[in-house]
């Protein structure tokens, strides 16, 4: 019997250990013909997902469509199981968003 606690003491001690994913960076895009070049990235948990950075044309202010909230940089959002990301402002436009 004391084997068989020494065994599963390991995966009970893994099953319990609170290690978070270490933050991503996505970014996406939109050409000055419109073409959107959008972000992607699948999660395996609930996140965090900040607007780090959006511009538009001639480093107007932009802003981050992640999952179809508009957020402008520092804002956030909570994403469950994927994260979509596109940038809203007058192309040719650039935005990133830190996962969490």
Request: proline share 8%; charged share 10%; net charge positive.
């Amino acid at each position: 019997m004391r084997y068989i606690v020494l065994l599963f003491m390991p995966l009970l001690m893994l099953g319990c250990s609170h290690h978070q994913n270490p933050a991503q960076t996505i970014t996406a895009s939109t050409d000055s013909d419109e073409k959107l070049h959008p972000a992607q990235l699948p999660l395996s948990r609930a996140a965090i997902v900040t607007c780090i950075s959006a511009t538009g044309k001639n480093g107007s202010a932009g802003k981050c469509n992640i999952n179809g909230t508009s957020v402008a940089p520092p804002n956030n959002v909570t994403a469950t199981d994927k994260v979509y990301l596109l940038c809203e402002g007058t192309p040719p436009s650039t935005c990133s968003a830190k996962v969490q």
